[in-house]
């Protein structure tokens, strides 16, 4: 099969961001289930910053309370567009970025 273009939707959030009582990274990974999209991956980081500057930092000492997570979702085009308005009603801040991606199955 030859390789289909797709896109990389990637979505910067902290761990301690929540929606409807659940981890915003989990919602956002059933809702991407729920249309069917293609597959999503959800990644815990150990050191970031985001729109604030504020240092967010996993230590064996001082566990941070809001370590950065990005869940990175690939599809077709049509289907992260359609997606895209219900992903911004989930999140109350956070970034979101979209690349082109060359899937090969």
């Known amino acids: 099969m030859p390789p289909e273009d797709s896109v990389l939707l990637r979505i910067f959030i902290g761990d301690s961001d929540r929606y409807q009582r659940?981890?915003?990274f989990e919602a956002i990974v059933l809702k991407a289930r729920e249309f069917r999209l293609?597959?999503?991956t959800v990644l815990h980081g150990i050191l970031g910053f985001g729109a604030s500057s504020?240092?967010?930092q996993?230590?064996?000492l001082i566990l941070s309370s809001?370590?950065?997570v990005v869940v990175e979702i690939v599809d077709r085009?049509?289907?992260i567009d359609a997606f895209l308005p219900?992903?911004?009603q989930m999140m109350i801040s956070g970034l979101i970025t979209m690349e082109k991606a060359r899937v090969i199955k």
């Open 77 to 79: 085009a049509d289907k």
């Open 38 to 40: 293609e597959g999503a």
């Open 86 to 88: 219900v992903l911004e």
């Open 22 to 24: 659940l981890p915003l």
């Open 66 to 68: 809001d370590l950065p």
């Open 54 to 56: 504020r240092i967010h």
């Open 58 to 60: 996993s230590t064996a």
